[in-house]
T-cell receptor, first 114, second 113 residues
Framework: DTGVSQNPRHKITKRGQNVTFRCDPI?????LYWYRQTLGQGPEFLTY????????KSRLLSDRFSAERPKGSFSTLEIQRTEQGDSAMYLC????????????FGQGTRLTVV | GESVGLHLPTLSVQEGDNSIINCAYS??????FIWYKQESGKGPQFIID?????DKRQGQRVTVLLNKTVKHLSLQIAATQPGDSAVYFC????????????FGGGTRVLVKP
């Protein structure tokens, strides 16, 4: 498989629980992005990595959210003490770090907080 | 502020007709634009891109037009097929700002048989 892979595809959790999502980017890509998408809206940028370095975080990324990319390959996004407002599709994308190159998206992880 | 928006939230088109989806952007520093197609329950799928030094680019059945004067771009789909039914997003990027994309709200295209 040469595409971006995300796991799990769906996650239902109770409010207050912690969740972790995983993204495996296209193997040659050095940049990895996390986006969040709510129903009927376009994806919103959360954060991105170049190799293992987290270079930018959006204001949307509250202190309950943390992302890592320890070896510059796969990445994890953790949400602590989930709230109902965290329910969304979490999308991962990757590309080369050269300017103006398309980002390839995974199928996303659908999070539902009950 | 930086924003990308779409004029029409829903577009119904007869199978075989051409579709035109419009998008406005506000960041004059954006130098790269992408159209994505998103089917229900799936991630966005790249359709076509255009750089700011171009005003038109053609792909297979799709054409993107960029008008920097009025900060507008459009996606034209020729001979629309049932498989084209999806939500379409335009996204902008300022290459100097890290390649992160700013998306608009999306246009749903419904193809009628």
């Amino acid at each position: 498989d040469t595409g971006v892979s995300q796991n799990p595809r769906h996650k239902i959790t109770k409010r207050g629980q912690n969740v972790t999502f995983r993204c495996d980017p296209i193997s040659e890509h050095n940049r990895l992005y996390w986006y969040r998408q709510t129903l009927g809206q376009g994806p919103e940028f959360l954060t991105y990595f170049q190799n293992e370095a987290q270079l930018e975080k959006s204001r949307l990324l509250s202190d309950r959210f943390s992302a890592e990319r320890p070896k510059g390959s796969f990445s994890t996004l953790e949400i602590q003490r989930t709230e109902q407002g965290d329910s969304a599709m979490y999308l991962c994308a990757s590309n080369w770090g050269t300017p103006n190159t398309e980002a390839f998206f995974g199928q996303g992880t659908r999070l539902t907080v009950v | 502020g930086e924003s990308v928006g779409l004029h029409l939230p829903t577009l119904s088109v007869q199978e075989g007709d051409n579709s035109i989806i419009n998008c406005a952007y506000s960041n004059s520093a954006s130098d790269y634009f992408i159209w994505y197609k998103q089917e229900s329950g799936k991630g966005p799928q790249f359709i076509i891109d255009i750089r700011s030094n171009m005003d038109k680019r053609q792909g297979q059945r799709v054409t993107v037009l960029l008008n920097k004067t009025v900060k507008h771009l459009s996606l034209q789909i020729a001979a629309t097929q049932p498989g084209d039914s999806a939500v379409y997003f335009c996204a902008e990027n300022n290459g100097a700002a890290g390649n992160k994309l700013t998306f608009g709200g999306g246009t749903r295209v419904l193809v009628k048989p």
